[in-house]
């Protein structure tokens, strides 16, 4: 069974755990085994820049043990997916691994940013350039990761159907 690292803002949620296991449930469905942040148990008497720094390398050490990664990528907090969210794709990518990322945000960048034409560029509220390749996320993303519309389940699915593909 394939490992799949769980990577999302869904750690943020007030049923973080239960949705998380949840998670692993669904991927266990689909025929993975899901690897999700707060399975990590942290070390008692850590808070501050030490818990953070343990909570960095003990997700860094479940992507590694991942076959591949599934990226929770809907807005966060703005118009953007989670920062951490998105470092964690990067990685991912850069270490070679497949990576899978859902949103349900069907619209463009441009029309997500409820942009304006200025001096023949597509410019946000603040008069910084909107990327126009009528893609959803970033191309930086969008190049560089297979992209799902949808939530997690339409997403396993997808990577279900593409490892069935490939057997």
């Avoid at 085994?33 to 050490?61: F, K, Q, V």
């Avoid at 703005?78 to 920062?83: A, H, K, R, V, Y």
């Avoid at 940013?113 to 996320?137: C, P």
Wanted: with cysteine; proline share 4%; charged share 15%.
């Amino acid at each position: 069974m394939k490992k799949v690292y769980l990577a999302g803002f869904d750690v943020f949620r007030p049923d973080a755990v239960s949705y998380g296991q949840w998670l692993k449930a669904l991927c266990v469905q689909h025929g993975f085994a899901g690897l999700y942040p707060l399975d990590n148990a942290a070390p008692e008497g850590l808070s501050g820049a030490a818990l953070a720094d343990w909570i960095y390398r003990a997700n860094i050490a479940l992507i590694e043990q991942a076959d591949c990664v599934m990226a929770n990528l809907n807005p966060f907090r703005g118009l953007e997916p989670d920062s951490g969210t998105v470092f964690e794709v990067g990685y991912a990518v850069a270490k070679g691994k497949p990576v899978w990322v859902y949103t349900e945000q069907t619209a463009s960048l441009v029309a997500q940013a409820g942009v304006q034409t200025q001096d023949g560029r597509v410019v946000d509220a603040q008069g910084y350039t909107v990327e126009d390749f009528g893609m959803n996320l970033n191309l930086m993303i969008a190049c560089s990761t297979n992209r799902v519309l949808g939530d997690a389940q339409i997403c396993l699915q997808a990577m279900q159907a593409q490892q069935a593909g490939s057997d």
